[in-house]
Nanobody, 115 residues
């Protein structure tokens, strides 16, 4: 059973920062492309950022320059540093691990940006 355990969501004011983390097993972490997706109420789930095993990153245009995805190889964890948060960043954020046709999801963590 593959587990992706997310942490770090919460309520923050516009312009603030949050850091999300996703921990998984070493075998998954060393092989899979790791990423973050989000789903706002009434909208489809969308890509936020991904990072390959070689640290190649990809970002949605809406978060470029504000969000940074990174891998912590010692902890088998992928992090998403979110700065300059906007109300439109409010969503449930999901960790994802993907390789070939296999994909796994975390349970999701709520991020709310509001004054």
């Amino acid at each position: 059973q593959v587990q992706l355990v997310e942490s770090g969501g919460g309520l923050v004011q516009p312009g603030g920062s949050l850091r999300l983390s996703c921990a998984t097993s070493g075998s998954i972490f060393r092989t899979y492309v790791m990423g973050w997706y989000r789903q706002a109420p009434g909208k489809q789930r969308e890509l936020v950022a991904t990072i390959s095993t070689g640290d190649r990153t990809n970002y949605a245009d809406s978060v470029k320059g504000r969000f940074t995805i990174s891998r912590d190889n010692a902890k088998n964890t992928v992090n998403l540093q979110m700065n300059s948060l906007k109300p439109e960043d409010t969503a449930v954020y999901y960790c994802n691990a993907r390789w070939a046709t296999a994909a796994y999801w975390g349970q999701g963590t709520q991020v709310t940006v509001s004054s």
